[in-house]
């Protein structure tokens, strides 16, 4: 008889975004007309910019003529995209990445879920709690989690690396009796926004050398960043090429949410239990996964352009006043803020003591805007709400002036 694979059924349902809709829905019923802004997404709204989608049409064309097209792509990228990658986002920043450390993918969720197939199913790994949920959820289909506490809210096999304000939202060295063995640090942060200095990473490429451990480094976020002592890149670190995974997304930079493409690197020198993990990738991505397609990795390419660089720039500067805005005129409203410097989430703490769903309901009765609560990221969320940036900026200045407007 068909088994199934039963590490699926422990999955917990992700109740955060169908809740807010249901709860949007009933506000929306009991408030005809209601102008609500919603705050909560994760998604950008800014249209690819016209380089980008030059590029895009120069390669359909190119697929349109016998003497051009394009049939499967090479399944770890094309060479001009792996170049590019390598020489802008790591050769101009000092970092030893060779072309084909380079491992192009149709984006970081699917990279940062499927990395976890490489590795054992006796892997401790550690998260930083709240977090991007899919490192746990992959985890669990992996068979990595152990038992579910509901009282907790954790899995008792997993590592959580609380991310409070004591600590400036960023999770500290592990000292507990278990070692984790795959490490997960995503900076800057999604939802905290939260980010490290290069000596802090530092600590983690040495204490990851020094254990045998691997970290995997989701930096989605990276174009955001915006202070001189803040990392691009792992690889800025002493020591990263035998420790570190370093995931990339075109989704957030240059708007590809809708079109897909992202990148994983893995250097030749990161070598667990005598086996280089670049090669299990190259033989997993090789196995599962045909390739990004060629008129998208024409897009990737024309991100690094002179002229796609500069709209890249426009894009995220765009999210950013909004950021600003968002953080400044919140903090200058008396409410407890932080991130949106280097990041487009803004991690607001909820005022009275409220729970993160209490506060989310409040705004939106008192005020119309949506946000996400904390606690759907991870226990140590609770008592906080996501805002993001990639709004429209007259309707964020407007949520933000109503927010800030409410007497409690
Ligand atoms: N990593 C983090 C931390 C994210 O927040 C997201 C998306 O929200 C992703 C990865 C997914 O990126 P992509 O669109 O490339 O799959």
Redesign the pocket.
């Known amino acids: 008889m068909t088994k199934i694979n039963k590490d699926y059924t422990k999955l917990k349902s992700s109740y955060l975004f169908s809740t807010i809709a249901k709860k949007v829905r009933e506000y929306e019923a009991a408030n005809p007309g209601a102008d609500i802004i919603r705050l909560g997404i994760?998604?950008v709204t800014r249209p690819l910019t016209p380089n980008i989608t030059a590029a895009m049409h120069k390669a359909v064309d190119e697929m349109a003529n016998a003497s051009t097209f394009k049939g499967y792509a090479p399944d770890l990228g094309y060479d001009f995209l792996r170049k590019a990658i390598a020489d802008n986002d790591y050769k101009a920043r000092g970092c030893k990445i060779e072309d084909d450390e380079i491992f192009v993918s149709?984006?970081?969720?699917?990279?940062?879920g499927n990395i976890q197939e490489i590795f054992g199913r006796d892997n401790v790994i550690a998260v930083g709690d709240p977090?991007?949920p899919?490192y746990v959820d992959t985890n669990v289909m992996g068979g990595r989690s152990g038992e579910y506490d509901e009282a907790t809210g954790r899995w008792s096999d997993i590592v959580y690396m609380p991310c409070l304000e004591e600590n400036g939202f960023a999770p500290v060295l592990p000292t507990g009796s278990k070692v984790p063995d795959i490490i997960y640090l995503?900076f800057p942060?999604?939802?905290t926004g939260a980010t490290i200095v290069k000596s802090k990473l530092q600590e983690w490429v040495d204490y990851a050398n020094e254990h045998g451990s691997v970290i995997i480094y989701?930096a989605?976020?990276e174009a955001y960043i915006s202070e001189p002592d803040v990392p691009h890149s792992i690889y800025e670190c002493e020591g990263a090429r035998t420790c570190a995974i370093e995931?990339?997304?075109?989704?957030?930079n240059a708007g590809?949410?809708g079109v897909?493409?992202?990148f994983t690197v893995i250097p030749k020198d990161l070598v667990i239990e005598g086996v280089r993990l670049h090669d299990l990738w190259a033989r997993r991505h090789g196995t599962k996964y045909n390739g990004a397609p060629y008129i998208i990795q024409r897009a990737g390419e024309a991100v690094y352009s002179d002229e796609g660089k500069a709209e890249v720039r426009g894009l995220v500067k765009y999210y950013m006043d909004n950021a600003s805005y968002i953080l400044n005129g919140l903090k200058s409203a008396g409410l407890s803020v932080s991130g949106g410097v280097n990041a487009p989430y803004i991690w607001l703490k909820t005022p009275n003591g409220l729970s993160s769903w209490e506060y989310f309901d409040l705004l939106l009765d008192k005020a119309g805007v949506v946000g996400t609560p904390g606690s759907g990221f991870g226990p140590s969320g609770e008592g906080y709400l996501r805002l993001t940036a990639f709004g429209d900026k007259e309707r964020t200045k407007e949520a933000v002036d109503r927010i800030a407007g409410i007497v409690l």
């Not at 995931?247 to 957030?252: G, P």
Request: net charge neutral; charged share 25%.
């Open positions: 994760g998604d149709d984006g970081a969720k699917s990279d940062s977090v991007y899919v995503c942060n999604n939802p989701d989605a976020y995931i990339r997304s075109f989704s957030k590809f949410t897909r493409l992202g």
